[in-house]
T-cell receptor, first 117, second 113 residues
Framework: GAGVSQSPRYKVAKRGQDVALRCDPI?????LFWYQQALGQGPEFLTY????????KSGLPSDRFFAERPEGSVSTLKIQRTQQEDSAVYLC???????????????FGNGTRLTVT | GDSVTQMEGPVTLSEEAFLTINCTYT??????LFWYVQYPGEGLQLLLK?????DKGSNKGFEATYRKETTSFHLEKGSVQVSDSAVYFC????????????FGTGTRLQVTL
């Protein structure tokens, strides 16, 4: 079946540009997460949606980062005025129930690799 | 806060060797524990999981046992194959409706013939 789909696969932005990254979760999945993975590191939590409600945005590194999931399905992560330190792979994951638990493990997309020059 | 510590890589083994990748955690309450694997060019995939003390998760010949007394969840495989070459991530999720995964930094495994 269809998995979590992310687009674009690669994005190159000049410093100061705005970018928008898209995530199509598995159909019917309640929970959606965004993670940031720097080179050689583990994924770091950014934000969590339960349906259309953003319940946790404690991991967003600055107010330049904004995420939305207006209809409880597709989500967009927007980064304004990109900086070089924003270069990373941005991962989206979804799960069928609330949160990330033993009975509701996360399904990850392949990520969007953002390079800020 | 919650955290996961993994042994640093890369780990290089010959085919059919025994594998151990160490993972320890710090968490409040009773977390669930996971191992995820990232093959070259692919996304993270769940490898195995465990939810309480002494539970053993297993999949594809890999095993890990939830040890509460040592706060560990070490990944083992008796005989690795070249196709096991990947990056392995240990992770935990704590309880609650907004629980999230907290990952370790990952351990790269390279298996040679």
């Amino acid at each position: 079946g269809a998995g979590v789909s992310q687009s674009p696969r690669y994005k190159v932005a000049k410093r100061g540009q705005d970018v928008a990254l898209r995530c199509d979760p598995i159909s019917g999945h309640v929970s959606l997460f965004w993670y940031q993975q720097a080179l050689g590191q583990g994924p770091e939590f950014l934000t969590y949606f339960q349906n259309e409600a953003q319940l946790d945005k404690s991991g967003l590194p600055s107010d330049r980062f904004f995420a939305e999931r207006p209809e409880g399905s597709v989500s967009t992560l927007k980064i304004q005025r990109t900086q070089q330190e924003d270069s990373a792979v941005y991962l989206c994951a979804s799960s069928p129930s609330t949160g990330a638990s033993y009975n509701s493990p996360l399904h990850f997309g392949n990520g969007t690799r953002l390079t800020v020059t | 806060g919650d955290s996961v510590t993994q042994m640093e890589g890369p780990v290089t083994l010959s085919e059919e060797a025994f594998l151990t990748i160490n993972c320890t955690y710090t968490a409040t309450g009773y977390p669930s524990l996971f191992w995820y694997v990232q093959y070259p060019g692919e996304g993270l995939q769940l490898l195995l999981k465990a939810t309480k003390a002494d539970d053993k998760g297993s999949n594809k010949g890999f095993e890990a046992t939830y040890r509460k007394e040592t706060t560990s969840f070490h990944l083992e495989k008796g005989s690795v194959q070249v196709s096991d070459s990947a990056v392995y991530f240990c992770a935990l999720s704590n309880t609650g409706t907004a629980s999230k995964l907290t990952f370790g930094t990952g351990t790269r495994l390279q298996v040679t013939l």
